[in-house]
């Protein structure tokens, strides 16, 4: 699920939402779900847990887009802590199998013209 990214309003995350679709387009496992919820920093991870819970969703995908920066920071906030194998990207594009308990919350800023 794809929370609202909070800041003004770029299109930041119908990109964000439309990337995301493109590429897990061949994995069935998984679905893209839009959520009209804005979680701010102030809310943080908390807020993210109880969207999750509430639908279902095994990852939310929250952020934010300072107005005063070129930079969106984006956190994963997963339902549960202990996934048997996860798949995520590092900073270098690099994609990692994380076995059982090692991935908890994690977060990654980038800059948005390489969104």
């Given at each position: ?44 991870s908390a807020v993210a847990a109880r969207l999750a ?63």
């Open positions: 699920m794809v929370a609202e990214i909070d800041g003004p309003d770029k299109g930041v995350t119908g990109t964000l939402i439309q990337k995301l679709r493109k590429e897990t387009q061949n994995h069935k496992d998984i679905l893209i779900i839009p959520s009209k919820q804005r979680i701010s920093v102030q809310d943080g819970a509430r639908e279902n969703a095994d990852l939310v995908i929250w952020g934010r887009n300072p107005a005063s920066s070129d930079f969106i920071t984006l956190y994963f906030e997963p339902k549960q802590q202990h996934w048997r194998s996860v798949l995520a990207a590092d900073t270098e594009g690099v994609t990692r199998v994380y076995p059982e308990g090692q991935l908890g919350r994690y977060d990654i800023q980038q800059q948005l013209a390489d969104c």
